[in-house]
């Protein structure tokens, strides 16, 4: 392909420019991050993940132990501002870490701010962080080595755990 077919491909409709940042991504579900280009992040998570997504209606999520056995097989969705954001939880090594994700490159996450609240109320346990949204070109271990997430190890798990093994969880974006 010639210089100037691959410009039209590249150019931005509205500002006719050649974006400067990364045209591909890794896809927001943790155990894929296969490289994808960034308009086409909503098509690969229908057509590839459609049974392991689960749009979230509500920032709250009850979190069970099937969703810690199990959490790097789901991609959790949630649009808020007409802005999708990918809460996630993985674990690695033992811990269990949380952040936030957006669909946005790192000049639109830098504009958010993320709080994930975690509790029982039965043993007044309770574990919370604020911190920075990632953008959607971070992979895990970027997201896991910059700290800004909310790391548990077993021992805060079982802490939050209500008699049914389940414990609260609330995320909030905000500007």
């Known amino acids: 392909m010639d ?7 590249l150019k931005c409709p509205v500002c006719l420019d050649v974006p400067r940042s990364k045209i591909f991504v890794p896809c927001p579900h943790t155990t894929c991050e296969k490289e994808i280009v960034f308009k086409q992040v909503e098509d690969h998570i229908k057509r590839v ?5 689960r749009v979230l209606k509500r920032p709250k999520k009850r979190i069970n132990n ?9 991609l959790y969705v949630w649009e808020h ?14 811990d269990w870490y949380i952040w936030v994700k957006i669909k946005e490159g790192p000049i639109g996450a830098s504009q958010w701010k993320f709080s994930v609240k975690m509790e029982n109320k039965d043993t ?14 971070w992979k895990v271990d970027q ?10 190890g077993s ?4 802490k939050l755990q209500d008699v049914e093994e389940c414990f609260k969880t609330e995320f909030k974006v905000f500007k």
């Open 3 to 9: 210089a100037s077919k691959l410009k039209t491909y």
């Open 49 to 53: 993940h459609q049974d392991m997504c």
């Open 66 to 74: 099937c969703v810690l056995r199990n959490c790097d097989r789901k």
């Open 81 to 94: 501002c007409k802005v999708q954001f990918f809460p996630q939880i993985v674990k690695r090594n033992g």
């Open 124 to 137: 007044v346990y309770r574990m919370e962080l604020s911190g920075s949204v990632h953008p959607v070109d």
């Open 143 to 152: 997201q896991v080595e910059s700290g800004d997430c909310l790391r548990m």
């Open 155 to 158: 021992k805060n798990v079982k």
